[in-house]
T-cell receptor, first 113, second 114 residues
Framework: NAGVTQTPKFRILKIGQSMTLQCAQD?????MYWYRQDPGMGLKLIYY???????DKGEVPNGYNVSRSTTEDFPLRLELAAPSQTSVYFC????????????FGNGTRLTVT | DQQVKQNSPSLSVQEGRISILNCDYTNSMFDYFLWYKKYPAEGPTFLIS?????DKNEDGRFTVFLNKSAKHLSLHIVPSQPGDSAVYFC?????????????FGKGTHLIIQP
């Protein structure tokens, strides 16, 4: 019963490098989300998807890209890493999108130096 | 502009006593509210929710109260146990605003003292 799986758990990037944060869910949820959490702050929505092939921007999308080619996977791409992207990234999924709880992965801690 | 506010960064409660965590919101379109619990190095886990058509929802030791006129909700944990020590996030959504997820507060770190 894996739920939402995120890889890697930790990563250190140099400024300007690129990487993809992986997220997979096995609950057949249509809705998937990427959040970031900065120290002492709440979670902020980066991107979300309501189904395969459909993505949309959240509150803080700059510097990120996403794709949703399958129901299960929702990778987050950082093209040119900047120190401001140092954060903990959480992927989540839900069954109906509204009025339903989000199921979170355990996060990826990213440091950009 | 914080739409969901948790004004207490931390709260310390003795084991066995009641823990009360508070949350205020400013967006009157919010109609669904949730509480999440987060342990270090883990993702948030869903605890309890309440729809705006109710003013109370109970699940075991956890009760959420909603005061729509005051735009305030609270989470009561009775009795508090050591395993309840965690960061608690209040979250809200507008069901008519599309599928763009939840708006979270900054969290309250609850510490249960033995």
């Amino acid at each position: 019963n894996a739920g939402v799986t995120q890889t890697p758990k930790f990563r250190i990037l140099k400024i300007g490098q690129s990487m993809t944060l992986q997220c997979a869910q096995d609950m057949n949820h249509n809705y998937m989300y990427w959040y970031r959490q900065d120290p002492g702050m709440g979670l902020k929505l980066i991107y979300y998807s309501v189904g395969a092939g459909i993505t949309d921007k959240g509150e803080v999308p700059n510097g990120y890209n996403v794709s949703r080619s399958t129901t299960e996977d929702f990778p987050l791409r950082l093209e040119l890493a900047a120190p401001s992207q140092t954060s903990v990234y959480f992927c989540a999924s839900s069954s109906t999108g509204v009025n339903s709880p989000l199921h979170f992965g355990n996060g990826t801690r990213l440091t950009v130096t | 502009d914080q739409q969901v506010k948790q004004n207490s960064p931390s709260l310390s409660v003795q084991e066995g006593r009641i823990s009360i965590l508070n949350c205020d919101y400013t967006n009157s379109m919010f109609d669904y509210f949730l509480w999440y619990k987060k342990y270090p190095a883990e993702g948030p886990t869903f605890l309890i929710s309440i729809s705006s058509i109710k003013d109370k929802n109970e699940d075991g030791r956890f009760t959420v109260f909603l005061n729509k006129s005051a735009k305030h909700l609270s989470l009561h944990i009775v009795p508090s146990q050591p395993g309840d020590s965690a960061v608690y996030f209040c979250a809200a959504s507008d069901s008519g605003g599309g599928a763009d997820g939840l708006t979270f507060g900054k969290g309250t770190h609850l510490i249960i003292q033995p």
